[in-house]
């Protein structure tokens, strides 16, 4: 729980940290372009690394993986607090993905190792209440100290937690390993890494530039896609993948799984979104930011275990697809928000949005895991967790673009007059907009380009509620009942765990390994 609870904190100090960042004198003067890699270079790494950390797992016991993890991300860490340039930044936080890749899928395996039966749907919903509390502490946390010492604090603050979860780690969790050795998969690795980092590029690269013709927009996004594709194929003719799509191609599992990217896409756009907008066009100081984004982690705290509950009684679709359809209706709700929008509308609209996140996330991540032999364990988390955040990647380049291109066009109007050099630097961004008109003058600058910004929320918003209805018709089908009552057939005990270390190990009780709560409708 406490190494899990690391990676969601990190995501969310750092969003409190972006208007900062891009701040040319108490920041790095990172541009909107480096911010979204600052973003998506943590997210690249760590959903790309997951499946070959959860082969590496399987194989070499999943607590050494975790450890190596934590200490991966605390040197990355400490690199990203003392940063000189964005570059630099975005470097660290690349290493930091790859602590979270060890970590994550790891920790997955350890729960569906330690828990079956009933129990097991039980620590799967109190494990998803991680990304509430994450989201409750960062935030905070990330107010505090950038108002108190520089913004490289933020990052610093994770040398205790890891410390306190590599102590536990060590002497409490078992070394957990798969009776089936998987291959490492280099050539997947490298095809998938590689993939999804010129398709982002390309993705991020067409906000930057004044048409999508340019070679380096479209290259980049035909490369990446053909990468992607030359990696579902190879991982096709490799007897035991690492990341295996044939499991992408069941109903249930593929379907869910596709569900749940679209929802990550969201969430992690309308997240970038909020950040800017909270400290930019509202003016609140990086703490206010913080508290006022507390409702959101309110919500996904209490939506996780009820949605648990309310599948237990209802089963899963009827809980899932009304809960996707109202987040998506709360993003879309940020087209009605604007520079005088009082304070009690935005609290409530993110209190309804991180309650719905929360009732999809933990259900439907209990029922894709449940669907898990325990031999694969690591490699099938993995998957779940590398298309999520490839999910997040695609997000953040695709929200970042729309909303960069969207508000070039919009305050361009307002630069007619204003000496070329200063406009060219108010047209990448806001904040770089209200700094020119700060420190030269330029009356009605500022007002502009929040009103920019604005605009060009409400038109990015528009893509970002419609992938989350495309998301809630994906579980209709996926979810939908079968045809046909199946014929009873004998139950089955989940097999041993093997290759304990040396120390002692908890008892683990074995039953049903599928919680029929979560299935009974999913055919």
């Known amino acids: ?20 960042l891009a701040d040319p004198v108490k920041g790095l003067n990172a541009s909107p372009g480096e911010l979204q890699w600052a973003t998506g270079a943590y997210t690249l790494v760590f959903a790309t690394l997951m499946f070959t950390a959860g082969a590496l797992g399987d194989r070499f016991g999943h607590r050494l993986m975790i450890m190596f993890g934590l200490v991966a991300f605390a040197c990355a860490s400490v690199w990203a607090a003392y940063a000189g340039t964005a570059g630099q930044l975005i470097a660290a936080r690349a290493l930091m993905g790859l602590g979270a890749a060890f970590i994550m899928p790891a920790n997955f395996a350890i729960l569906l190792w330690t828990f079956t039966g009933p129990k097991r749907a039980t620590a799967i919903a109190i494990s998803s ?46 070394n957990f390993r798969s009776p089936i050795k998987r291959s490492l998969d280099p050539a ?47 991982e096709l003719n ?34 970038f979104y909020n950040a800017f907008y909270m400290q930019g066009v509202l ?25 648990a509950r309310l599948v237990s009684k209802w089963s899963l679709r009827p809980v899932a697809v009304p809960s996707l359809l109202v987040a998506g209706l709360t993003m879309a709700g940020y087209g009605f928000l604007n520079q005088t929008t009082p304070l009690v509308w935005i609290e409530a609209l993110l209190l309804v949005q991180g309650l719905t996140v929360g009732m999809v996330m933990g259900p439907v991540t209990g029922a894709l895991l449940s669907t898990l032999p325990l031999e694969k364990s690591g490699a099938g988390s993995a998957i779940t967790n590398t298309v999520r955040q490839a999910g997040s990647v695609i997000g953040i380049a695709v929200g970042g673009t729309i909303m960069s291109i969207a508000y070039r066009s919009e305050i361009k109007p307002s630069l007619v007059g204003v000496p070329r050099d200063l406009a060219d630097r108010a047209e990448i961004s806001a904040e770089q907009a209200r700094h020119v008109a700060g420190m030269y003058g330029i009356t009605g600058l500022q007002r502009a380009a929040d009103a920019a910004f604005v605009h060009a929320m409400h038109f990015g918003v528009i893509w970002i509620a419609a992938a989350t209805f495309v998301g809630a018709i994906l579980l209709v089908f996926a979810l939908r009942p079968a045809t046909q009552t199946p014929a009873p057939t004998e ?25 029929v709560s979560f299935h009974s409708d999913s055919g």
Do not use: C
């Open 1 to 20: 729980m406490i190494s899990s609870v690391l990676i969601w904190l990190d995501n969310t100090v750092l969003s409190i940290a972006l208007e900062t």
């Open 283 to 307: 003016y609140f100081s990086p703490l206010k930011a913080g508290l006022a984004n507390l409702p959101t982690a309110l919500g996904a705290i209490i939506g996780a275990p009820l949605g």
């Open 491 to 515: 139950a089955f005990d989940d097999p041993e765990p093997v290759d304990f270390d040396d120390r002692a190990a908890p008892t683990v009780q074995h039953s049903q390994s599928v919680d």
């Open 238 to 271: 490799i007897e035991t993948p690492s990341f295996d799509p044939r499991l992408l191609a069941q109903r249930t599992f593929g379907g869910a799984n596709a569900a749940m990217a679209l929802l990550f896409f969201s969430v992690a756009a309308i997240t």
């Open 129 to 174: 209440t991680n990304a509430g509390i994450g989201m409750a502490v960062g935030p905070v946390v990330a107010g505090v100290l950038i108002s108190h010492f520089w913004w490289g604090s933020i990052f610093i603050i994770n040398i205790p937690i890891v410390a306190v979860a590599l102590l536990g780690t060590a002497f409490l969790v078992p």
């Open 188 to 234: 997947g690795m490298l095809l998938s890494v590689s993939g999804l980092a010129t398709l982002s590029y390309g993705l991020i690269r067409a906000g930057q530039v004044t048409s999508w013709g340019a070679i380096d927009v479209w290259l980049p996004i035909l490369i990446g896609v053909t990468l992607l594709g030359v990696f579902i194929l190879t």
